[in-house]
């Protein structure tokens, strides 16, 4: 069992939790993910290690409530306890040698950009962040990236904060502006990654992106995970998360991502009756 030692409300509908899972912390990096299980009786789900605390022995996950398991998940508070957090999965993000970055984030993505930005920060890179949201009712993280970005661009749809546009056009901005940059690292809606590789191949800058497909037992055992890269099937739990954006089949992905959301949406909805009956 694993204590919630702390709980914030992001927005409306991101949720952090510092976990305490010293095992987990001790080893985490940026990058990599844990698999948990909010009882005995649920289902297995991937989060990315959005942070962790070494010396506390916490490990930070954020995480959007879209099917049943994240609104079980909401339901625990602080000193609750969730039944497994197993990690850290997957290969964490390749960040030494780096000395200009841009890292682009698009919503609840920006959680697992997050601590890529500060990694990089703290190994002298210099960071410029570029993080994109619908609306200022769903920005996440602006304090926290500020500290660790040599340049912020905020970026909403509607320009109700920050500047108004998209991530790619910050990015090109900046491109064009001069900047030269080693990588560029995109974490977000798989449309947002698929755009922003879009341009920086017409710029020949080498585009890194983390991918979250559905994902099962995390050992690359169950092949739920598979994506096309390069013209080779990739496992996301094994091989990545993180991919060369230029080679990822996104339109392969963007279909099998979307085959389960019918049922997500419905046994969200059941759930959410459920916890109202209880309520009352």
């Keep these: 069992?694993?204590?919630?030692?702390?709980?914030?409300?992001?927005?409306?509908?991101?949720?952090?939790?510092?976990?305490?899972a010293p095992m987990v912390a001790k080893k985490a990096e940026?990058?990599?993910?844990?698999?948990?299980?909010?009882?005995?009786?649920?289902?297995?789900?991937?989060?990315?290690?959005?942070?962790?605390?070494r010396d506390k022995g916490t490990v930070t996950i954020i995480f959007q409530i879209v099917g049943a398991t994240t609104e079980k998940l909401n339901q625990k508070n602080e000193g609750d306890f969730?039944?497994?957090?197993?990690?850290?999965?997957?290969?964490e993000s390749h960040t030494e040698g780096l000395k200009k970055?841009?890292?682009?984030?698009?919503?609840?993505?920006?959680?697992?950009?997050f601590p890529i930005a500060k990694k990089l920060h703290n190994l002298g890179c210099e960071v410029h962040s570029i993080v994109?949201?619908?609306?200022?009712?769903?920005?996440?993280?602006?304090?926290?990236?500020?500290q660790v970005s040599d340049k912020l661009c905020m970026m909403t749809d509607d320009g109700s904060h920050g500047t108004k546009g998209?991530?790619?056009?910050?990015?090109?901005?900046?491109?064009?502006?001069?900047?030269?940059?080693?990588?560029?690292?995109?974490?977000?809606?798989?449309?947002?990654?698929?755009?922003?590789?879009?341009?920086?191949?017409?710029?020949?800058?080498k585009t890194v992106v983390s991918m979250n497909p559905i994902m099962i037992d995390g050992?690359?055992?169950?092949?739920?995970?598979?994506?096309?890269?390069?013209?080779?099937?990739k496992f996301a739990c094994v091989?990545?998360?993180d991919f060369d954006g230029h080679l990822v089949d996104f339109d392969e992905a963007m279909e099998r991502s979307a085959m389960y959301k019918p049922f997500e949406r419905k046994k969200h909805e059941e759930v959410c009756n459920l916890f109202q009956k209880e309520v009352k």
Excluded: H, W
Excluded at 101 to 113: K, L, N, P, S, T
Excluded at 132 to 144: A, P, S, T, Y
Excluded at 221 to 233: A, N, P, Q
């Design 1 to 20: 069992m694993y204590k919630i030692v702390r709980k914030k409300e992001l927005n409306p509908t991101v949720t952090l939790m510092d976990i305490d």
């Design 30 to 53: 940026p990058g990599q993910f844990i698999i948990l299980r909010v009882d005995e009786n649920g289902e297995r789900i991937p989060l990315t290690v959005a942070d962790f605390d």
């Design 82 to 91: 969730i039944q497994d957090f197993v990690g850290p999965l997957g290969v």
């Design 101 to 113: 970055v841009a890292v682009v984030g698009g919503g609840v993505g920006c959680a697992i950009a």
């Design 132 to 146: 994109g949201f619908r609306n200022k009712d769903l920005v996440i993280l602006e304090e926290e990236f500020g």
């Design 166 to 205: 998209l991530v790619t056009d910050a990015l090109k901005q900046l491109i064009e502006s001069g900047e030269k940059y080693d990588e560029v690292i995109a974490i977000g809606p798989l449309i947002m990654m698929k755009f922003v590789c879009a341009l920086t191949k017409q710029y020949d800058i």
């Design 219 to 233: 050992t690359g055992m169950c092949g739920g995970c598979r994506l096309t890269v390069g013209g080779e099937t």
């Design 239 to 241: 091989d990545g998360p």
